[in-house]
């Protein structure tokens, strides 16, 4: 009887124990929300490593017969994947230069991916009157970078969330794999304003400090771990706005534009169906005219930039509208958190 009871004993501590757990997990089965976090608003830079090399353009080569550029004129294509050069495995750039120069002017076979089909094409390298070396004017690229905004960092563990959607390649959305991704930060050096039909965006500069790394990319955002804060960074503890308190109305948005740091602008937001889109939940106006004299509304670099209202953080801006630029979208900030790694 005695282990009988036991057993029955320990199915209910077993049960209560499921019954906990479950209470701590959010809708999307991640562990329970940080109820504070630090305000974000500083620009970052991303650079993403895909272990791919991939057709990035061509250039023009300067031969004593004229301009031409042998790749493009071979038939790749941007964004072509290549996967072997001369019937050697291609890991870097350099490979692919290495058996352009090694060549001696004969043609050099090219195995490649052009989405789901695979091509081999042969490439006769030129030399090139400007340098005096074999060229086929092939731009590859193992990568891929780009400028966001932080939008929060928690200070126990260093985690934190930026952008408020993926990074996608070029080509039908899909979010960029990678096999390393560093984070580093970033001067704002100047703004292309943003016009109907045109969006803008920051200009900046990278710095060669490294910030810490990005574990995740996501629809909602890219996730990581900061190291180290950028300069000039100021902490300032934020609550987490319940879903169920965010109102259409007034809030502001924080976001660094210009050598000012980072600054407060007004915006008015407007709730749309939540479960339209994953990263766009809500509508947002841009109100604040300094905000529209240096920038023209939202621009790029921007996304990520954290919405305050009511003294919460409710969300991040994630993009522009094409047709106006003083209008964009925002992402609840719980389907932010509850991607933290």
């Not at 009871?5 to 209910?12: D, L, P």
């Not at 604040?288 to 003294?311: F, N, Y």
């Amino acid at each position: 009887m005695k282990y009988k009871t036991n057993i029955k004993r320990g199915a209910a501590i077993l049960l209560a124990l499921i019954f906990l757990l479950s209470c701590s997990v959010s809708a999307k089965g991640s562990v329970a929300l940080p109820k504070t976090v630090l305000l974000g608003g500083m620009p970052f830079g991303v650079s993403l490593q895909t272990g791919e090399l991939r057709v990035g353009g061509f250039d023009d080569v300067e031969t004593e017969s004229g301009i031409c550029s042998p790749a493009r004129d071979a038939g790749l294509m941007e964004n072509d994947i290549i996967k072997k050069v001369n019937g050697k495995d291609i890991k870097s750039a350099l490979d692919v230069t290495l058996e352009v120069k090694s060549s001696n002017g004969a043609a050099v076979s090219f195995e490649l991916e052009r989405g789901e089909e695979k091509l081999s094409l042969s490439v006769t390298p030129m030399l090139s009157t400007k340098t005096g070396e074999l060229r086929i004017g092939l731009w590859l690229e193992d990568g891929t970078s780009g400028l966001g905004t932080v939008t929060f960092i928690k200070e126990d563990s260093g985690a934190f969330g930026g952008l408020g959607h993926g990074i996608v390649k070029t080509e039908g959305g899909e979010l960029c794999g990678f096999k390393k991704a560093v984070v580093s930060a970033v001067t704002v050096t100047g703004v292309q304003k943003g016009k109907s039909g045109a969006p803008g965006e920051l200009k900046g500069e990278f710095h060669p400090e490294h910030l810490g790394a990005v574990t995740k990319n996501t629809n909602s955002g890219v996730f990581g771990y900061m190291t180290s804060y950028p300069k000039g960074f100021e902490k300032r503890e934020i609550g987490i706005a319940e879903r169920d308190s965010i109102r259409n109305g007034g809030a502001t948005i924080f976001s660094t534009v210009d050598g000012e740091g980072v600054c407060e602008y007004a915006v008015e937001i407007t709730l749309l169906d939540e479960g339209k889109d994953e990263n766009k939940n809500f509508l947002i106006t841009v109100t604040d005219t300094s905000l529209v004299e240096k920038t023209g509304g939202i621009v790029r670099g921007m996304s990520g930039s954290p919405v305050v209202q009511d003294g919460k953080l409710i969300g991040a801006v994630t993009h522009v509208l094409v047709s106006d630029p003083c209008r964009g979208y925002g992402i609840f900030i719980d389907n932010m958190l509850s991607e933290i790694p």
